[in-house]
């Protein structure tokens, strides 16, 4: 079937630096995405969305991209931080009718003080 | 407002039991999912309730059922428990209308974690 798939399941980082997560996702009906952050025992939490009629958002220290040619995702977080370590998930979804969320199988971002 | 509340985060259970999971989701919200996640799997979609009703179910086999009560809180069950069960549950709540701003945004729990041994 259909999924959201991330390319790299590990992020290493200096604090400082600038971060770019990136996801694949194969359905093209999708037209919504979101960026969760999850950390240790907790449960995930929105970052940022785009719709698929916009190719850029920025949000507080977060950028996200999507290139519907090739159906790609990337979060971008600037001057990363120790407190952004966490799982980062990609999803995607339909935003007309009832659809639900796909997400990505994740991956981890360690920032380094 | 307060958040989305599972109870309990804590589980242990032997393979064969069953076990009840509840969700309490934010005030006013009317759709609930659930979602198992797992180290190899990562989040799997299990159901979504809206209004008392099932809307939308994952690919998961009948030992997983839910219901969610008149005030949208949710409860979902897993009869015979094996091993591989063993996960973090994951509840969602949002407000549900199709189409909507924000649709999509879920704001999640904290989850529970069940090991069956």
């Known amino acids: 079937g259909e999924s959201v798939g991330l390319h790299l399941p590990t992020l290493s980082v200096q604090e400082g630096d600038n971060s770019i997560i990136n996801c694949a996702y194969s359905n093209s009906a999708s037209d919504y995405f979101i960026w969760y952050k999850q950390e240790s025992g907790k449960g995930p939490q929105f970052i940022i969305d785009i719709r698929s009629n916009m190719d850029k958002r920025q949000g507080q220290r977060v950028t996200v991209l999507l290139n519907k040619t090739v159906k790609h995702l990337s979060l971008q977080i600037a001057a990363t931080q120790p407190g952004d370590s966490a799982v980062y998930f990609c999803a995607e979804t339909q935003n007309s009718g009832y659809s639900t969320l796909t997400f990505g199988k994740g991956t981890m971002l360690l920032v380094s003080p | ?117």
Not at chain 2, 16 to 27: D, E, F, M, N, R
Not at chain 2, 39 to 47: E, N, S
């Open chain 2, 1 to 117: 407002k307060a958040g989305v509340t599972q109870t309990p985060r804590y589980l242990i259970k032997t393979r064969g039991q069953q076990v009840t999971l509840s969700c309490s989701p934010i005030s006013g919200h009317r759709s609930v999912s659930w979602y198992q996640q797992t180290p190899g799997q990562g989040l799997q979609f299990l159901f979504e309730y809206f209004s008392e009703t099932q809307r939308n179910k994952g690919n998961f086999p009948g030992r997983f059922s839910g219901r969610q009560f008149s005030n949208s809180r949710s409860e979902m069950n897993v009869s015979t428990l094996e091993l591989g069960d063993s996960a973090l549950y994951l509840c969602a709540s949002s407000p549900g209308l199709a189409g909507g701003p924000g649709r999509g945004e879920q704001f999640f729990g904290p989850g529970t974690r069940l090991t069956v041994l």
